[in-house]
């Protein structure tokens, strides 16, 4: 009996697809996410939009508040660490969280190195922006990725263009023949393996969530068709006028992102959702997806 | 079922055997089939989607006529008659009392080889993800494999299927093949 595997750390992520990861800061929010149903939970100490609001320095949650929220909900249970502190990684592991995000959204802790993930028995997920980004952290260990977008804007420009971007770059190594794949992964700066892996499958190796300003219905389905395999969705609910009606919407127009009429169904009379920001009024250093390296 | 979890490796591994297969998400989907795999993923999230159209009594239906159901983890748990918690609601299509995450959290998700009377003599190799424990079996339920420690991982009842880990990720086909004989069978 083995346990840690890859197998059974891409295998968690393979069954939260068609499914929605919701943020949430308190018990209560994680109750109303699962009833909603998300297919897991992010335990943050704030949303997005207010790590925004409150500038300084974001670091991983309080302890007892991701274990009160482990206590709260039957769903997997994630939580951020920072980009490279692979003490706060230790820490997430020992609570028994079921996923890590080292995440951008947080500030990062090293500007150089990202946490060997390999080493951890717990699965990370990690953000990109394009093809490159995305499968570095595959390299270092990540078993599930998801495109960065610009979180806690409640716009969802950046995700569609982060998503886009890997698309077209799986398809340009879908179309190179095999001895110029040695030059792309150079001047990408990507392994060749998985660069010949990604050629191979016409997707990334592992499964890829969208993030980042997805705060309706139509966003969630349009990500969806866009190709990724699941959304997370961090302020867009819990900064919404009625989270447990927006949430259960966003779930419903995940699976059924190819029906309009059942997306039109649910977005009806959903409340105000998130007051968003337009991307291009934001200095460079107010930038979450930029991190990373 | 495409409602969420891991339907597409389900999907090609069906299609690769040659069968047609079709996702299922609204219950006039279920016309024409012969069988209905119920996959991994998240119950709560799978029971909530069922229920807001209506597919609860749509499955219970197509079991009833003799339609053949397969549910992988996360598919067990929907199809079982008793659950150790309080959600979501079974369909209570095999007579088996069923606990969530019983073998604990992710850390503790685990690969193991079970022997399986029914594929054969070669091992099968078995990926268990934060798996439900299946407790106890009723009379009728046959227990297709067991874990070292006398554990029932593998129930049928009839037409219906249970294993608390997924066939569909490891590229052994034996237990899809088992399944689609199932489906195929006319009584």
């Known amino acids: 009996m083995e346990k840690g595997t890859w197998s059974v750390k891409v295998g968690l992520a393979q069954m939260l697809k068609g499914g929605v990861i919701m943020d949430v800061v308190t018990p209560e929010h994680a109750k109303i996410a699962e009833e909603a149903g998300a297919c897991a939970v992010m335990a943050l100490e704030r949303v997005p939009a207010d790590i925004r609001a409150a500038g300084g320095v974001a670091r991983m949650a309080d302890p007892e508040r991701i274990k009160a929220i482990m206590e709260a909900v039957t769903i997997p249970v994630m939580a951020k660490c920072r980009i490279g502190h692979f003490v706060e990684a230790m820490v997430l592991e020992s609570l028994g969280v079921d996923y890590i995000d080292e995440s951008e959204v947080l500030t990062p802790a090293d500007e150089t190195n990202h946490l060997w993930k390999h080493d951890f028995k717990v699965p990370f997920v990690c953000g990109c922006r394009d093809l490159p980004e995305a499968l570095r952290r595959i390299s270092e260990g990540a078993a599930m990725i998801r495109t960065k977008g610009e979180a806690g804007t409640g716009n969802v420009v950046e995700a569609v263009r982060h998503m886009r971007t890997v698309n077209a770059q799986v398809r340009k190594a879908q179309n190179m023949p095999d001895e110029e794949l040695v030059p792309e992964s150079k001047q990408m700066g990507c392994p060749l393996e998985l660069l010949q892996e990604v050629k191979r499958l016409g997707r990334l190796p592992v499964v890829n969530f969208a993030a980042g300003g997805i705060a309706t219905p139509a966003d969630a389905a349009m990500m969806m068709w866009l190709g990724c395999d699941g959304v997370f969705v961090g302020s867009g609910i819990f900064k919404s006028s009625d989270p447990a009606r927006r949430g259960k919407a966003i779930v419903q127009a995940v699976t059924?992102?190819?029906?309009?009429a059942i997306i039109a169904e649910v977005s009806?009379?959903?409340?105000?959702?998130?007051?968003?920001?337009?991307?291009?009024?934001l200095k460079p250093e107010q930038l979450l997806a930029v991190r990373g390296w | 079922m495409a409602l969420q979890g891991d339907f597409l490796e389900h999907l090609q591994t069906l299609q690769l055997l040659g069968a047609e297969a079709a996702e299922v998400r609204l219950r006039q989907d279920l016309n024409g089939l012969q069988g209905l795999i119920i996959p991994g993923g998240e119950s709560t999230t799978m029971a909530r989607l069922m229920d807001e159209w209506d597919l609860r009594e749509a499955v219970r239906d197509f079991v009833g006529c003799r339609g053949a159901v397969w549910?992988?983890?996360?598919?067990?748990?929907?199809l079982a008659k008793k659950l150790r918690e309080d959600r979501p609601v079974p369909l209570g299509l095999v007579d088996i009392n069923v606990a969530r995450n019983a073998y604990g959290r992710q850390v503790d998700s685990f690969e193991a080889d079970l022997r399986v009377g029914a594929l054969g003599g070669q091992p099968f190799h078995a990926v268990f993800i934060r798996a439900p424990m299946i407790l106890q079996v009723g009379e009728g339920v046959e227990v297709l494999a067991r874990l070292d420690d006398g554990t029932p991982v593998a129930a049928q009842q009839g037409k219906v299927l249970v294993t608390a880990f997924h066939p569909e990720l490891?590229?052994?086909?034996?237990?899809?093949?088992?399944?689609?004989?199932?489906?195929e069978r006319g009584d």
């Open chain 2, 170 to 183: 490891t590229g052994d086909t034996r237990f899809h093949e088992y399944f689609l004989h199932l489906a």
């Open chain 1, 268 to 281: 009806r009379g959903l409340g105000e959702p998130m007051a968003g920001i337009d991307v291009r009024t």
């Open chain 2, 71 to 78: 549910g992988t983890c996360a598919g067990m748990i929907v």
């Open chain 1, 256 to 260: 059924h992102y190819k029906n309009p």
